[in-house]
């Protein structure tokens, strides 16, 4: 082999090694940069309720939770605690459910651990159930409302009723007088005779006061 093939051998060697060497270089680094950007694994904490809505013993479920919140330390075991309370009152399946009860634990958890996922979770509770209930007031003085109308409605008639039947009632009244009386010739001849009694007991009265003068002069 000639020397000027020798020394071309020799830098096309150097080359490549330099270009694997570049290549692998920024290859280890792409990957590292690749694992650098892996997201970490958040693993949610399990659905607190999901136990007691399939077994149903809300009782033990409460006492449990109540037990907890007086005891616990960490700020999500003491944001579990008070989120299941509130879901026993709640949740309309539960034996224990008051919507005034389960709104003040959510408000509660919301005011102590609002930036733990259950306080996340108990806005969304406390905002719905507080609509619901302003719907429920809304619908319920509707119906006040309709029923008031209604009744008023079912006087307005009967008064209208009662009026129309007085009315009537007048009408027929007014007829009667309106219309001429049947002269019955039995009751017109005593009537007669009695008008000539009563003329002839008033002129026997003059008669009698006449003479009880003249005697006394």
Not at 48 to 65: H, I, S, T
Request: glycine letters at 4%.
């Amino acid at each position: 082999m000639s020397r000027k093939a020798t020394l071309f051998m020799r830098a096309l060697c150097w080359l490549l090694s330099l270009v694997l060497l570049i290549i692998g270089g920024g290859g280890c680094a792409l990957f590292a940069k690749k694992q650098e950007q892996v997201a970490p694994i958040i693993v949610l904490p399990i659905f607190p309720p999901r136990e007691v809505m399939q077994n149903g013993d809300y009782a033990e479920f409460l006492r449990g939770n109540q037990a907890n919140w007086a005891e616990c330390k960490d700020d999500d075991q003491c944001a579990i605690a008070i989120f299941s309370i509130a879901f026993v009152y709640a949740y309309p399946t539960s034996p224990y459910y008051n919507l005034k009860l389960g709104l003040y634990y959510f408000d509660e958890l919301i005011q102590k651990y609002p930036q733990t996922p259950w306080g996340l979770q108990a806005k969304v509770w406390s905002d719905f159930m507080k609509k619901s209930i302003a719907s429920e007031k809304s619908r319920y003085r509707l119906k006040n409302t309709i029923k008031y109308k209604d009744t008023t409605i079912k006087d307005l008639h009967k008064q209208i009723e009662q009026f129309e039947e007085n009315e009537a009632n007048m009408k027929e009244h007014e007829k009667k007088i309106e219309q001429p009386k049947e002269v019955d010739p039995v009751t017109d001849k005593r009537e007669k005779e009695l008008e000539k009694l009563i003329e002839k007991s008033r002129q026997i009265d003059i008669e009698i006061d006449r003479k009880e003068r003249e005697l006394l002069r």
